[in-house]
C-alpha cells in the first residue's frame, strides 16, 4: 500500500473568529468550519480542475 497527501489543512485564530480549512484533493472537497461570536458555520463545496 502506498501513501499519498490527500489534501491540506489550516487554522486561523482571528481576533475571537477561528477558521479551520480542509482541501481534500482525493475526493476534491473543501469543507470549512468557521466560529464567530460562539456560532459555528460549516461550509462544503467541491472542487473541479480548470
Known amino acids: 500500500m502506498s501513501e499519498r497527501p490527500v489534501?491540506?489543512?489550516f487554522r486561523f485564530d482571528l481576533g475571537g473568529a477561528t477558521v479551520t480549512h480542509v482541501e481534500d484533493f482525493a475526493n476534491g472537497t473543501l469543507c470549512s468550519n468557521v466560529t464567530v461570536?460562539?456560532?459555528?458555520?460549516?461550509?462544503?463545496?467541491?472542487?473541479?480542475e480548470a
Open 37 to 48: 461570536d460562539g456560532t459555528l458555520h460549516h461550509l462544503v463545496a467541491t472542487m473541479e
Open 7 to 9: 489534501g491540506r489543512s
